[in-house]
């Protein structure tokens, strides 16, 4: 049995992160070829799930539906350079929203739907410098 795993005093990383985060499709090879476009890293590429894992190494868990009804997508992604990423989206055809500035939580975002369509909201990076 695997007992937990000990912090190494050096690892100065928070103690916990976002293991998975799931979204519904009923365009499987479609919602996964977005989601590599986007720039995560395929795991596994299944008929009914797939996986992608993201920075942190959080992991996308696609899962195939028969029907979904398209609203925004239960998790928001962050990058480093926002419109440099808009830009590409642009360029690649994937028509994201116009960026917004959101002054109170001190970020710039914009949205774009996914073939199924599910709407994804990208934010600025906000992280601390802090090892992450």
Do not use: N, W
Not at 38 to 65: A, C, N, Q, W
Not at 117 to 130: C, D, K, L, N, W
């Amino acid at each position: 049995m695997l007992g937990p795993k000990k912090m190494d005093d050096s690892d100065q990383r928070p103690a916990v992160g976002v293991a998975h985060v799931v979204l519904y499709t009923d365009r499987m090879t479609e919602t996964a070829q977005f989601m590599r476009t986007v720039g995560m890293r395929p795991i596994f590429d299944g008929e009914d799930v797939s996986v992608y894992e993201m920075r942190g190494g959080t992991h996308l868990i696609l899962m195939k539906r028969e029907k979904i009804a398209p609203s925004e997508a239960p998790f928001d992604l962050m990058v480093d350079d926002l419109r440099g990423t808009h830009k590409r989206f642009v360029a690649l055809g994937l028509s994201p929203s116009s960026i917004e500035t959101r002054p109170q939580i001190d970020h710039e975002v914009f949205t774009v739907r996914e073939p199924a369509g599910q709407v994804i909201t990208f934010y600025s990076s906000h992280a601390s410098g802090e090892p992450t």
